[in-house]
């Protein structure tokens, strides 16, 4: 990075920064941001997706052109990926550390989608076998079994047919109802 174009990005630092990395194909893309002027301040491109020790060094180029500046940095915000906490806390210490918002907000959809999808396939398993056809009138437990593998099948057939119930971030009355109908029992 030129330092001309850093001492213009640290000339207005307001002492929160956000770090983020960017995984595309074989190569990683590490930066760091000022949070408050939204200007960037470093960024480092890899041959490989970025790891701790990556972080490390960049957090430490960071950590570098903050002192040469007299600068110390009050918070750094991060996606919430694994990779980041030990290396925040190996190069700046007990620095604040908060979790972006938008990056929780962004996988609890995926979550949610997830856990339906997997409830669906328990459902999938424990509905009973039967046999082809009706059961005979005379079978009390066929005709049980019956019952029971037609509930589970509208359970599962709801929880396919409504899962954009369950990524809403507020639900309207009816919806609210349709989701308690769903998942009750």
Known sequence: MDGAFLDWALA???GDVAADELSEGPYGVLSV???RQ???MLYKVRDHDPNHDDITAFLGRLKTALAARDLVLQGITTDGSALY???IRTVFGAVA?????FHVLQELPQGIL???????NRLAKST???KRGRPVSTDKGARRLARQSKQLQEKIRDLFQERFVFVKRRLQPSDHKRLVHITRG
Do not use: G, I, W
């Open 38 to 40: 939204y200007t960037r």
């Open 97 to 101: 550390h908060q979790l972006c918002t």
């Open 128 to 130: 009973p076998k039967v």
């Open 85 to 87: 906490p030990e290396p």
């Open 33 to 35: 941001v000022d949070n």
């Open 114 to 120: 997830s856990a339906v999808a997997a409830e669906r």
């Open 12 to 14: 207005t630092f307001s």
